[in-house]
């Protein structure tokens, strides 16, 4: 396995593999890499083929940060993640110092898929997600590049910038990777401790109330009950519960089909989730 640390020393190394014709899937990650991961490589593997490359970027992105103290606490477990892609057969780990120059001046806004929801909670986050996928599959140059159906409103974002924006990149959702208990696999529940860890189920209970209550047409105040079931657990806080339409975003009324997010505070650590009712 080969780490590259330079962005300007990945991008000739994607130029070499464009000559000779290989087949490259990209996972762009933030680190502290987990399950949901695993799987991700997986896909990409098989988008690549066996001769193919399979490249991990570990990079986090100060620009999709709205908090400096959320920034400063994502974990950074990088010898961890090293183990962790060598084990699961990936070619070329990705780890720039930053991506950034010390002046850009250059950002990509999408104005439509990242309203609301994440977009409206935490400002910025979107501009920063659009940018720096953009400079990963130009310095990568992948032919395709996946990304976690968990993250469904980056990932809308991901396909309509790839669409706009021409990317030559194939986008490729992946299915949500789920602990026994219904829990998402993500980095951050590493900052959850062990009551925490237990509450944040709450995030699952309420997908699976809100599905009921869908299959038994009991809709009426759906929203306040979904956040009063979580709110009694001691530390957890809703941020906001909706359901959208799984294209564009807009807010729908609950039915058979849609989808469901949520983001939800369990201590000091947001979580979010979504998935179809």
């Known amino acids: 396995m080969k780490?590259?640390?330079?962005?300007?020393?990945?991008?000739?190394?994607?130029?070499?593999?464009?000559?000779?014709?290989?087949?490259?899937?990209?996972?762009?990650?933030?680190?502290?890499?987990?399950?949901?991961?695993?799987?991700?490589?997986r896909r990409a593997r098989k988008v690549a083929g066996a001769k193919g490359i399979v490249v991990v970027s570990i990079y986090v992105n100060p620009t999709q940060f709205n908090d400096a103290k959320d920034l400063r606490a994502y974990p950074r477990p990088l010898a961890a993640d090293k183990k962790f892609c060598r084990a699961e057969g990936v070619d070329v780990v990705f780890a720039p110092k930053s991506l950034y120059e010390n002046d850009a001046s250059t950002a990509i806004d999408e104005t439509a898929v990242s309203l609301g929801m994440e977009g409206e909670s935490r400002p910025g986050h979107f501009r920063g997600v659009a940018t720096v996928v953009v400079k990963l599959c130009n310095l990568v140059q992948p032919s395709a590049a996946i990304f976690g159906e968990k993250d469904w409103q980056q990932a809308a974002l991901i396909r309509r910038v790839a669409r706009d924006l021409n990317l030559p990149a194939r986008i490729i959702v992946a299915p949500t990777v789920r602990a026994a208990d219904g829990l998402a696999c993500s980095s951050r529940n590493v900052l959850l401790n062990e009551s925490e860890r237990q509450q944040a189920t709450a995030l699952w209970q309420a997908i699976g109330l809100a599905r009921a209550a869908v299959r038994n047409g009991n809709l009426r105040g759906l929203k306040r009950r979904l956040i009063l079931s979580i709110e009694q657990h001691l530390t957890a806080k809703v941020d906001y519960v909706e359901f959208f339409d799984k294209k564009m975003m807009r807010p729908v009324k609950p039915m058979k089909g849609v989808r469901m997010a949520l983001a939800v505070f369990i201590g000091k650590t947001r979580l979010i989730d979504n998935a179809r009712l």
């Not at 640390?5 to 762009?28: H, K, T």
């Open 3 to 41: 780490i590259i640390r330079n962005p300007a020393a990945m991008q000739r190394q994607s130029q070499r593999w464009q000559r000779e014709g290989a087949r490259v899937g990209l996972v762009p990650t933030m680190g502290a890499l987990h399950a949901g991961h695993a799987s991700l490589i």
